[in-house]
Each structure stands twice: as C-alpha cells, then as structure tokens.
C-alpha cells in the first residue's frame, strides 16, 4: 500500500556531503514515522536516523550524531537525510522505512515498510 522512493545517493569524497530524499505515497504521510537505516555488505542493517509523525521528535545513531541530520516535509510527502563530513563508513545502501506510529523502532526486524535503497559511497 505505502510506497517509498529515494533517491540522492551517489559517490562523495571523505568530507563530503549528500542529501537523500525519499518521497512517500500511498496512505497518509502524517500518520506515519519515518527513518533511515543503512546495510553495508556483510553487515546487517543498521539505524542511522529516525522523526516522528510530526517532526517535532528527532533521533539518530551515535556514529553520525552531529553530522547526519533528517527531517521531514509533511507538505510534500518527503523525509530527508542531509549528510554532512561523510566517512568511508558511512559507504551503504541507505534505506527510507515508513512505520503507522508515533515513533519509529530502531531495530529493522520489526519494521516492513522500506524504500528501494540508494547506494552511498564515500572514498577516502
């Protein structure tokens, strides 16, 4: 029913920024928390950052804190990841998951609502 589209990804020097966008559809935007997680090869998918319905609440994994920040745009059905100073271990496929709830869980396992992917790479 509900269908996430990102979009934003791309090559980038270490340092670097990129903004990711993921354009949602399908239900009622508003009703929904939003985030981003991460999988590099080999590695299971990881919180990177996560709002609530409103965008008043914000939340993100301690490895970008400070330099990874997500929003939302209620108006246009959109979250956003602005990624600023990237790592080479910040390099994933970052993914846009959707949840009907206030708050999103930081654990994949329990969310089945997910974007395509879109594929960062940072080089050092």
């Known amino acids: 029913q509900v269908q996430l589209v990102e979009s934003g990804g791309g090559l980038v020097q270490a340092g670097g920024s990129l903004r990711l966008s993921c354009v949602f559809s399908?239900?009622?935007?508003?009703?929904?928390?939003m985030g981003w997680f991460r999988q590099a090869p080999g590695k299971e998918r990881q919180f990177v950052a996560s709002?609530?319905?409103?965008?008043?609440?914000?939340d993100s994994a301690e490895a970008v804190r400070g330099r990874f920040t997500i929003s939302r745009d209620n108006a246009k059905n959109t979250v956003y990841l602005q990624m600023n100073s990237l790592k080479p271990e910040d390099t994933a496929v970052y993914y846009c998951?959707?949840?009907?709830?206030?708050?999103?869980?930081?654990?994949?396992?329990?969310?089945?609502?997910w974007g395509q992917g879109t594929l960062v790479t940072v080089s050092s």
């Open positions: 998951v959707a949840d009907r709830a206030q708050w999103l869980t930081q654990d994949y396992r329990y969310l089945d609502i």
């Open positions: 399908g239900s009622t935007f508003s009703s929904y928390a």
């Open positions: 709002v609530s319905r409103s965008g008043a609440t914000t």
